[in-house]
């Protein structure tokens, strides 16, 4: 069964760097998603992406996020300069198509933890 | 806007006891209605969604939840637990025109005992 993969599955840094957490959408999906959940807290969502842009945004991705499919087949997800507060798991996650209450299928995630 | 409201952050059953996870939403729009599980360093798998079809959904593993409109409700239910059902369940809400984003509970950490 096709399913969404999530690189790395976890990376430590420390504040203030750069991190770019890696997903892999099923094949044929159009509609990308990166969700969070700090520890003990909600999946909260992120971003969604379509058609090669945002769709829609939460107040969580601010200036300092910024989603990319660069390729075709991987879907980024960048923090320019991390915070402590960034420390969570972050999922990927896909659907076929919206227009409809789709199915979304979740990557296994990233827990990023920073220092 | 939309929330969802999980009562109960741990529930602990006996293996072939009932489940029970309760799960309660708001939303401005008809919803759509999921149940998600996820293991201990998974991601989250689907096992069930209302779509407002029938409102008895039946999911895998031998799940199902009700739809109920007038109590806001969405409850997970499976007859007889086993021990592989232990794990941490989440119910989301979503609606039309809004990317079909998925607004989570915090979620029921359920443990089977032998």
């Known amino acids: 069964e096709p399913e969404v993969t999530q690189t790395p599955s976890h990376q430590v840094t420390q504040m203030g760097q750069e991190v770019i957490l890696r997903c892999v959408p099923i094949s044929n999906h159009l509609y990308f998603y990166w969700y969070r959940q700090i520890l003990g807290q909600k999946v909260e969502f992120l ?18 996020f910024s989603v990319e499919r660069p390729d075709g087949s991987n879907f980024t997800l960048k923090i320019r300069s991390t915070k402590l507060e960034d420390s969570a798991m972050y999922f990927c996650a896909s659907i076929l198509e919206s227009g409809t209450p789709d199915t979304q299928y979740f990557g296994p995630g990233t827990r990023l933890t920073v220092l | 806007a939309q929330s969802v409201t999980q009562l109960g952050s741990h529930v602990s059953v006996s293996e072939g006891a009932l489940v029970l996870l309760r799960c309660n939403y708001s939303s401005s729009v008809p919803p759509y209605l999921f149940w998600y599980v996820q293991y201990p360093n998974q991601g989250l798998q689907l096992l069930l969604k209302y779509t407002s079809a029938a409102t008895l959904v039946k999911g895998i593993n031998g799940f199902e939840a009700e739809f109920k409109k007038s109590e806001t409700s969405f409850h997970l239910t499976k007859p007889s637990a086993h021990m592989s059902d232990a794990a941490e369940y989440l119910c989301a809400v979503s609606e039309r025109g809004s990317n079909y984003k998925l607004t989570f509970g915090k979620g029921t950490l359920l443990t089977v005992n032998p």
């Open chain 1, 47 to 64: 971003v969604s992406f379509y058609n090669n842009e945002i769709s829609e945004k939460s107040e969580i991705f601010d200036d300092q």
